[in-house]
């Protein structure tokens, strides 16, 4: 296929914060987006040409929708692999919904990167109260016990810590087809954003590490402090798993480093990911301008990095101190055009450049 010009439409499934800045970086490029997503007033959809909002499952609205774009890609992965299906047949759509098979249910997942001979967390399928003792017994305990699909953010999961917690954390995920996965004894957590082009090019990002609070992700610092060989690994591992989804867009790799210097892989986000966001201001590409090459069947560009980074989300009413996050020059505020500020969630990020050789310092990127 020949790339798509400027002034091509790009459809994109999701109204969320990711949706918001693939728009705005598709504006820069010269192209016009179209938002789906059901919600009302999203906050991609400030910022698009065009908004449809409908359920994923509304056959004639996604009919309509392929009729009106040029090439489909999404930013959230649990859009229904049969709307990505209806949808591919009339434009193309990047990644498809052979991706989402796989990254939808954390079993395929963790098949999958295992096939793949790479190493995970020790898991066990987990369809009923019997297998979950039969997987506790397995894997032993401290365990998490995890719905097979949704859940983000820590929601969905339930942990257990003795056997005798297997009855209360079944209760709490409410029976849900699941996974138990062993805890790992990780130094520190980091993720890869790997992009692929339609001809099968790869570019990666650097490997950056994530810190959480309240299992949500507080602070992204780019580069991770890995030894040479153990960053590079990480990119390589990236790049075989984005190749063997045959993936045209983005994934990103969220691993554990492990005490011996092993790495794990956790999960696969086929979208623009939250550690990535510090990419606007610190790499020739930033992902979201990725994103927008391989939908529209550009050639990839450079994903080199032109400085060090943190980057922090601002949850909740964090967002509500913009004026003060605004009086440090230095500070690259973003916020999401969203109404209510509730706990926990996004509401927007701000990142701070470091020159290259420097170390990134969370703790002189302010917090109230």
């Known amino acids: 296929m020949t790339a798509l010009p400027p002034g091509s439409t790009i459809g994109i499934l999701g109204g969320g914060q990711l949706g918001r800045m693939m728009a705005i970086a598709a504006a820069e490029m010269g192209y016009r987006t179209h938002i789906f997503a059901p919600e009302a007033d999203p906050p991609a959809a400030q910022v698009a040409n065009e908004t449809t909002r409908a359920g994923y499952d509304d056959e004639a609205a996604l009919d ?20 990505l299906a209806r949808l591919g047949r009339a434009t193309p759509v990047r990644p498809g919904p052979s991706v989402l098979a796989v990254t939808q249910d954390r079993l395929a997942e963790k098949d999958f990167l295992t096939g793949l001979g790479l190493g995970t967390a020790p898991y066990r399928q987990v369809d009923d109260a019997a297998a979950l003792d039969t997987a506790i017994a397995a894997i032993g305990t401290p365990a998490i016990l995890k719905t097979r699909r949704l859940g983000y953010d820590g929601k969905g999961q339930a942990a257990i810590r003795t056997p005798g917690d297997a009855a209360a954390a079944w209760e709490a995920i409410a029976g849900a087809p699941a996974i138990l996965e062993g805890f790992v004894d990780f130094r520190m957590e980091v993720s890869v954003v790997a992009a692929r082009g339609l001809g099968g090019e790869v570019a990666c990002f650097v490997a950056v590490e994530n810190r959480h609070r309240d299992h949500i992700l507080d602070v992204t610092i780019a580069p991770a402090p890995l030894d040479e060989a153990t960053a590079a690994e990480a990119v390589a591992m990236a790049g075989r798993i984005v190749t063997a989804l045959d993936l045209v867009g983005l994934l990103a790799v969220e691993m554990f480093v492990t005490g011996d210097g092993r ?4 999960e696969l986000a086929p979208r623009p990911h939250n550690s990535g966001h510090w990419t606007i201001e610190g790499c020739v ?25 943190v980057m922090r989300n601002l949850l909740g009413d964090e967002a509500d101190d913009w004026a003060a996050i605004l009086a440090d020059p230095k500070a690259a505020l973003h916020i999401y055009g969203k109404g209510e500020a509730r706990p926990g969630r996004k509401m927007g990020h701000v990142t701070w450049l470091f020159p290259l050789g420097e170390t990134p310092d969370p703790a002189a990127c302010g917090r109230r």
Do not use: C, K, M, Y
């Open 263 to 266: 790495l794990l892989v956790n």
């Open 285 to 309: 590409t930033s992902q979201f301008r990725q994103a927008i090459r391989a939908v529209a069947g550009l050639p990839l560009g450079s994903p080199d990095r032109h400085a060090n980074a």
């Open 64 to 83: 309509r929708f392929a009729a009106a774009v040029d090439a489909v890609t999404l930013e959230f992965e649990n859009i229904p692999v049969a709307a």
